[in-house]
């Protein structure tokens, strides 16, 4: 069954697309939400290989020996990468409509990245005092999705970056969103060989769950 309501656009780009590119279209495409002359959109694509810096982003976190390009996201957290091989999800959703609750929606977006790796046979779970989406446990710990958006008049930009199998050692040039005690891995690394393709029809099974879970207040932790 489509688990996406006719009402939002699902677009998927199979090139790598650049970041300021992205960034004009959600900017675009989040005030015409706002206006009502455009539907909601789900964007999932790739980025060629980049840095993008949140809010809180710390220039000593920052190494870049491989010197990619360093992007101001615009959105909350810090350094993150992005590049072939990482699925990068944009969600741009009137919260107007759907209720005016940020802290459900970071909620309903890592629930979201769970079921769809829960899905591709990967066990996922949200780490307290950590952002993110994390594997294993104890020393094995590592990280294997992010997540960071932006609320503009009560619609949201950017999203989450689930690892399929990007270069690891990219992410040596920064310290990911400020956190140095843990490592990266991705789907690859785990055994899991399935390509975007096949990622991106679990985050479409899974997407009706995390509309539902908009309209329900989140878990208190």
């Keep these: 069954m489509d688990e996406v309501p006719a009402d939002i656009e699902w677009r998927i780009s199979d090139a790598p697309v650049a970041y300021d590119e992205a960034l004009r279209f959600m900017e675009e495409r989040a005030a015409a939400i706002r206006n009502g002359t455009m539907a909601e959109c789900v964007w999932l694509l790739e980025h060629p290989p980049l840095f993008t810096a949140g809010t809180s982003a710390d220039p000593a976190e920052l190494t870049n020996p491989?010197?990619?390009?360093?992007?101001?996201?615009?959105?909350?957290?810090?350094?993150t990468y992005h590049g072939p091989g990482q699925r990068v999800?944009?969600?741009?959703?009137?919260?107007?409509?759907?209720?005016?609750?940020?802290?459900?929606?970071?909620?309903?977006?890592?629930?979201?990245?769970i079921a769809t790796l829960a899905d591709i046979?990967?066990?996922?779970?949200?780490?307290?005092?950590?952002?993110?989406?994390?594997?294993?446990?104890?020393?094995?710990?590592?990280?294997?999705?992010?997540?960071?958006?932006?609320?503009?008049?009560?619609v949201t930009l950017h999203g989450f970056?689930?690892?399929?199998a990007p270069d690891l050692?990219?992410?040596?040039?920064?310290?990911?969103?400020?956190?140095?005690?843990?490592?990266?891995?991705?789907?690859?690394?785990l055994g899991k060989q399935i390509p975007l393709a096949g990622v991106d029809a679990c985050l479409k099974r899974s997407f009706g769950r995390f509309l539902n879970a908009l309209e329900r207040p989140c878990k208190e932790s």
Excluded: Q
């Design 169 to 189: 050692s990219h992410f040596a040039g920064i310290v990911p969103c400020g956190i140095a005690e843990y490592g990266v891995t991705s789907l690859a690394e």
């Design 66 to 79: 491989l010197h990619f390009p360093v992007h101001e996201a615009g959105r909350g957290g810090r350094y």
């Design 161 to 164: 970056a689930i690892n399929v």
């Design 121 to 154: 046979g990967v066990s996922a779970h949200r780490a307290d005092g950590r952002i993110g989406i994390w594997v294993g446990e104890g020393p094995d710990e590592k990280k294997i999705g992010a997540l960071g958006v932006r609320i503009k008049r009560w």
């Design 89 to 113: 999800g944009y969600v741009m959703l009137d919260l107007e409509r759907r209720g005016r609750d940020i802290r459900r929606f970071v909620d309903a977006l890592e629930g979201w990245m």
